[in-house]
């Protein structure tokens, strides 16, 4: 969750800066965690999410205002994890 939202502020830069050329779209985040997409769609308070720091639920504003969106991709088609791993 916390690094999905490191993501999204890192989108929403660029999606400012894309903005001024007249390009302002959601920009889609592939996350292969249901439960941190859920968790960042459904919002309210729940004591399981607690330990989560106020910061990194600029996800749900993000996705509010449609700066972003949130698509879960299983672990096999993630681009990213073979340079991880």
């Known amino acids: 969750y916390m690094a999905v939202s490191a993501a999204v502020q890192e989108a929403s830069w660029w999606r400012g800066i894309s903005s001024l050329f007249g390009e302002a779209q959601a920009i889609q985040i592939n996350c292969d965690n249901q439960s ?3 968790i960042a769609k459904n919002g309210g308070y729940n004591p399981r999410t607690k330990h989560i720091d106020i910061r ?6 993000a996705l509010d205002r449609g700066v972003v969106n949130l698509a879960y991709v299983s672990t096999d088609e993630q681009i990213a994890d073979g340079l991880t791993k």
């Open 56 to 61: 990194h639920h600029y996800i749900r504003e």
């Open 36 to 38: 941190c997409i859920a």
